[in-house]
């Protein structure tokens, strides 16, 4: 694999060839970016490896999956007053801090949340006028689609964040609200 003094190395190389072309710069941006790709799968198929190797695989979680362990563990899902006036608050009370910091400094993540909130917002209208609205899936994958940039940021791909999360939740105690959610146990140290 390239080191990251490798790749500054090609990058600079090819910058410095092409500084006379556009077509040939634009090559040079492109191809930088294909290293840097490679070099990132190249680390994920490395931990995939060493994972396995240590006799640990992962779940490999999936929508069959998450939603078995969601019924199973907390029961069907249901629509109640309670269960909406808890997410207003929530989503009134976060809306309320993301007033707070300095917004002049860049803050990306917090920009991509709150656009997955708008896509949110865009879901739950569809599902209140049809709960089996067809378009739901696609409503789905514009939130998961704005929070990808948040994965890349962080350096993680969605599938591996998920399968340790549900690792995680799995081994909780969970207490059940009676709509189909539940909250897990503090355990105190």
Not at 128 to 138: I, L, T
């Amino acid at each position: 694999m390239l080191s990251d003094d490798d790749l500054r190395a090609i990058i600079a190389e090819h910058a410095a060839m092409s500084a006379d072309s556009p077509l040939r710069n634009e090559r040079s941006l492109a191809m930088a970016a294909e290293l840097l790709e490679r070099r990132s799968h190249e680390h994920i198929h490395r931990q995939e490896a060493a994972a396995v190797a240590s006799g640990w695989a992962p779940r490999s979680e999936n929508s069959a999956s998450i939603s078995a362990w969601q019924d199973e563990t907390f029961g069907p899902a249901t629509t109640t007053w309670e269960r909406i006036d808890r997410s207003d608050a929530a989503m009134r009370g976060a809306m309320w801090r993301a007033k707070q910091p300095d917004l002049t400094i860049p803050r990306p993540n917090l920009s991509r949340a709150i656009r997955a909130a708008e896509e949110l917002a865009e879901l739950i209208t569809l599902l209140v006028a049809n709960d089996a609205d067809p378009k739901a899936p696609e409503e789905c994958a514009d939130v998961d689609i704005v929070l990808r940039g948040i994965d890349r940021f962080h350096g993680v791909e969605r599938a591996a964040a998920v399968d340790a999360k549900m690792a995680k939740n799995r081994a909780r105690t969970w207490t059940v609200t009676g709509d189909g959610h539940g909250q897990h146990v503090e355990h105190e140290p």
